[in-house]
């Protein structure tokens, strides 16, 4: 069974920053891209960045490049998301999903809270 | 980037009902269009995915269709866990789009 679980999440002071994890488990995590996607509150979907199977390739929304950064290790099968400079828009519940090569987002992980305040 | 204009916003429907919801890209996007329901407190749930594509497990009263940058999500007869919010994503991009959802509530 597919497994997705975020973690990292909390209340964060507008200009810190904070690293989301998710941890993978009943897939080969190595072969497959994996995504974050936010939800600010009562707001839809918002697709936040992309990084392929292997790390080599990262795709950012215009509103997060520069501020945060996707990563992964394979070998501990989990994804990250360093979000630094927050700003009070990127508050949200961020999910991580897996993103196979045919069909995208497929798996979600029941999300983790980010709020950015004072 | 490419932009998906999803309607309605709300849909008021019965039990039993058939009811269609769209999304139109502002270019054509391939037929690389998905559709997820979220249920409130849940994460969203991929129903089908390349416009026709049903996902394991998902009943055969959700289908979907379209072509080029138009789309649509039908549910041929509503049952009472059908009621939920509905999205569209594009991914012909990697710079994934989501239309802004439809909200499925009870007549």
């Known amino acids: ?118 | 980037d490419i932009q998906m204009t999803q309607s309605p916003s709300f849909l008021s429907a019965s039990v039993g009902d058939r009811v269609t919801i769209n999304c139109k890209a502002s270019q054509n996007i391939n037929k690389y269009l998905n559709w997820y329901q979220q249920k409130l407190g849940e994460a969203p749930k991929r129903l089908i995915y390349n416009t026709n594509n049903l996902r394991t497990g998902i009943p055969s009263r959700f289908s979907g269709s379209g072509s080029g940058t138009d789309y649509t999500l039908t549910i041929s007869s509503l049952q009472p866990e059908d009621f939920a919010t509905y999205f569209c994503l594009q991914h012909n991009s990697f710079l994934n789009t989501f239309g802004a959802g439809t909200k499925l509530e009870l007549k």
């Open chain 1, 1 to 118: 069974e597919v497994q997705l679980v975020e973690s990292g999440g909390g209340l964060v002071q507008p200009g810190r920053s904070m690293k989301l994890s998710c941890a993978a488990s009943g897939f080969t995590f190595s072969n497959y891209g994996m995504a974050w996607v936010r939800q600010a509150p009562t707001k839809g979907l918002e697709w936040v960045a992309t990084i392929s199977y292997d790390g080599s390739s990262t795709y950012y929304r215009d509103s997060v490049k520069g501020r945060f950064t996707i990563s992964r290790d394979n070998a501990k099968t989990t994804l990250y998301l360093q979000m630094n400079s927050l700003r009070s828009e990127d508050t949200a519940t961020y999910y991580c999903t897996r993103d196979p090569p045919v069909g995208a987002l497929d798996y979600w992980g029941q999300g983790v809270m980010v709020t950015v305040s004072s």
